[in-house]
Structures are given as structure tokens and as C-alpha cells.
């Protein structure tokens, strides 16, 4: 398998732009994660989803952040528009619910000027 | 509310030295336990987890126990080599499945 993919794996976009992040869960997972890390908050969950469900999304720092899962393979995470402060590493995770554990992509670097 | 706390970093060894890394956790409940390692450039990736009390975690050397009665779960290794340099998280999970909460996490570099 080849883990979770996540695209762009870096990304510099403009104060006010748009920006979409990607991510490929594993197969057959059905559980999905973003988090976002940055050096003052270390790594926050933002929103996860259960079968293409968004389960809690309690950690969306604010409406500027959405984010969707049209279907078992397939995530994204948006911002719009975007801040400076939004600049940080994002990561997307996977999970079986038969296994109690979250399988990290690679992650997204975003720096917003 | 819950929480998990780590010692901080930097922890700076010598190879072949001798590894602790605390973790104590708060939490309702019974709470699983992980440690996750984080290489440069890369994502987390689990190191070892254990889901109940006096339950040991082990993995490439690495070894943690579920501790109830002092709710710790500490990172032990019992000689490094440079290729531990990374930083390790702390976590737990106190939800029916998958919701993690991460401590700080701790830079460890191991020196030649």
C-alpha cells in the first residue's frame, strides 16, 4: 500500500488566495483526520470523518477552514481566504476502526505571505 | 479536562546512552496510550501503544508501560543510535475510537 498521500507537499500562496489541501486515505480505512502542527500550538485536530461523515469538527480554527470528503478516497481541506498565521504543516491521517490507530501522510507545508 | 504532558526538549545523548522520555496523562476513564515518533520532514508514525493498565508497549527497542496508579506512560530505550533522532509524541484516546490528544511532543538528538 502506498500510505497516505497528501498533495501539494509544500505549498506558498499569497495572503487572501485560496488554497486547497489534498489527501488520499488508505484503502479500506474509514476513518480520516486533518491536523494542523505549528511550532506554538504543536499538533491540533481540526476535523475527522467516519465513513465519509464529519464527526467532530470542533478544532476548525474558523469559517475560513472547510473541509469535505466526497468519498472513501478522497479529502480535502480549504481555506479561504487565507492569513499569514494559517502557515503551518498539515497533516491528514487514516484509520481502520478494527485497529485503534491513525496512519500519518507526509504532510503539507504552507506558508502564507 | 483531559491532558497528556511531556518532559520537554531538547534531549540531547550520546549514542548508546540510555533513553527516558516521561509522559502523565489526565484523563476520565480508561484511556489508551501511544507514543508516535516523528523523523525530519516526515509525518508521525507509531512507535508502540498500549490500551490497558500494566499493559507494555515495545517496539525497535523501545519499550512503555500503561501505569494506572501514577498515570504515566514513559518511553524507555535502552541504548540509542543516531538514527532515534526525532521528535516523540505522547498521546492518548478516551473516545470509543480514534480521537487522539498529543503532548507537546520532545526533540530527542542522539550524537555520534
Known amino acids: 500500500d502506498a500510505g497516505v498521500i497528501q498533495s501539494p507537499r509544500h505549498e506558498v500562496t499569497e495572503m487572501g488566495q485560496e488554497v486547497t489541501l489534498r489527501c488520499k486515505p488508505i484503502?479500506?480505512?474509514?476513518?480520516l483526520f486533518w491536523y494542523r502542527q505549528t511550532m506554538m500550538r504543536g499538533l491540533e485536530l481540526l476535523i475527522y470523518?467516519?465513513?465519509?461523515?464529519?464527526?467532530?469538527d470542533s478544532g476548525m480554527p474558523e469559517d475560513r477552514f472547510s473541509a469535505k470528503m466526497p468519498n472513501a478516497s478522497f479529502s480535502t481541506l480549504k481555506i479561504q481566504p487565507s492569513e499569514p498565521r494559517d502557515s503551518a504543516v498539515y497533516f491528514c491521517?487514516?484509520?481502520?476502526?478494527?485497529?485503534?490507530?491513525?496512519?500519518f501522510g507526509p504532510g503539507t507545508r504552507l506558508t502564507v505571505l | 479536562g483531559n491532558s497528556v504532558t511531556q518532559m520537554e526538549g531538547p534531549v540531547t545523548l550520546s549514542e548508546e546512552a540510555f533513553l527516558t522520555i516521561n509522559c502523565t496523562y489526565t484523563?476520565?476513564?480508561?484511556?489508551?496510550l501511544f507514543w508516535y515518533v516523528q523523523y525530519p520532514g516526515e509525518g508521525l508514525q507509531l512507535l508502540l501503544k498500549?490500551?490497558?493498565?500494566?499493559d507494555k508497549g515495545s517496539n525497535k527497542g523501545f519499550e512503555a508501560t500503561y501505569r494506572k496508579e501514577t498515570t504515566s506512560f514513559h518511553l524507555e530505550k535502552g541504548s540509542v543510535q543516531v538514527s532515534d533522532s526525532a521528535v516523540y509524541f505522547c498521546?492518548?484516546?478516551?473516545?470509543?475510537?480514534?480521537?487522539?490528544?498529543f503532548g507537546a511532543g520532545t526533540q530527542v538528538v542522539v550524537t555520534p
Open positions: 484523563a476520565t476513564g480508561y484511556p489508551s
Open positions: 498521546a492518548m484516546s478516551t473516545d470509543s475510537w480514534g480521537k487522539l490528544q
Open positions: 470523518f467516519n465513513n465519509n461523515v464529519p464527526i467532530d
Open positions: 484503502s479500506g480505512h474509514d476513518y
Open positions: 491521517a487514516s484509520g481502520a476502526s478494527s485497529h485503534n490507530e491513525q496512519f
Open positions: 498500549a490500551t490497558k493498565a500494566d
